[in-house]
T-cell receptor
Framework: EAQVTQNPRYLITVTGKKLTVTCSQN?????MSWYRQDPGLGLRQIYY???????DKGDVPEGYKVSRKEKRNFPLILESPSPNQTSLYFC???????????FGPGTRLTVL | AQSVAQPEDQVNVAEGNPLTVKCTYS??????LFWYVQYPNRGLQFLLK??????LVKGSYGFEAEFNKSQTSFHLKKPSALVSDSALYFC?????????????FGKGTRLSVIA
């Protein structure tokens, strides 16, 4: 089944404790992206990747890192999480940057 | 920079009535436009897109959208609403005239279809 998977689905952590949210797609898509969803703000893009080893900042990159060492994986790294990063995070992929995106199920992160 | 506006936070419609969810956009070049739907506790699902061609685009679940260049709008429509259409709807735009630009989403419109 074609899908985007994210892990973990739920995470509660404390300020400053480094964490990684994994994202993987099995559709051989070139384009991958991370978003955060906050009430009243819609979806905001954190980082995106047009292809392996190519990443670019989105609208809200501060406090986040990404890497794209292989096509299928696009992990999101929070080196020192803070409470304002409490949010619902979505990973997405598409064939290219101009095609419709397929979204993962989301990761709900709470930073205390 | 591109932007998209969904002027209504909430739209209520009776089952069987037509529905419209509004979206306007701003780009410097030509737009790629998308509609996505989010059901409770789920990720976003693609509904339809406009890239070029016919201004009326048909998508999943009986939805359609009309691209209007002069009004910079891309409203989502359905002739007869179902209770199961109740969800959060997002419009998104990408400016294809400005190099590598991200996909920008609106803030979402919550559609409530009442039986």
């Amino acid at each position: 089944e074609a899908q985007v998977t994210q892990n973990p689905r739920y995470l509660i952590t404390v300020t400053g404790k480094k964490l990684t949210v994994t994202c993987s797609q099995n559709m051989n898509h070139e384009y991958m992206s991370w978003y955060r969803q906050d009430p009243g703000l819609g979806l905001r893009q954190i980082y995106y990747s047009m292809n392996v080893e190519v990443t670019d900042k989105g609208d809200v990159p501060e406090g986040y890192k990404v890497s794209r060492k292989e096509k299928r994986n696009f992990p999101l790294i929070l080196e020192s999480p803070s409470p304002n990063q409490t949010s619902l995070y979505f990973c997405a992929s598409s064939l290219t940057g101009y095609n419709e995106q397929f979204f993962g199920p989301g990761t709900r992160l709470t930073v205390l | 920079a591109q932007s998209v506006a969904q002027p209504e936070d909430q739209v209520n419609v009776a089952e069987g009535n037509p529905l419209t969810v509004k979206c306007t956009y701003s780009v410097s070049g030509n737009p790629y436009l998308f509609w996505y739907v989010q059901y409770p506790n789920r990720g976003l699902q693609f509904l339809l897109k406009y890239i070029t061609g016919d201004n009326l685009v048909k998508g999943s679940y009986g939805f359609e959208a009309e691209f209007n260049k002069s009004q910079t709008s891309f409203h989502l429509k359905k002739p007869s609403a179902l209770v199961s259409d109740s969800a959060l709807y997002f419009c998104a735009v990408r400016d294809i005239g400005s190099g590598n630009t991200p996909l920008v989403f609106g803030k979402g419109t919550r559609l409530s279809v009442i039986a």
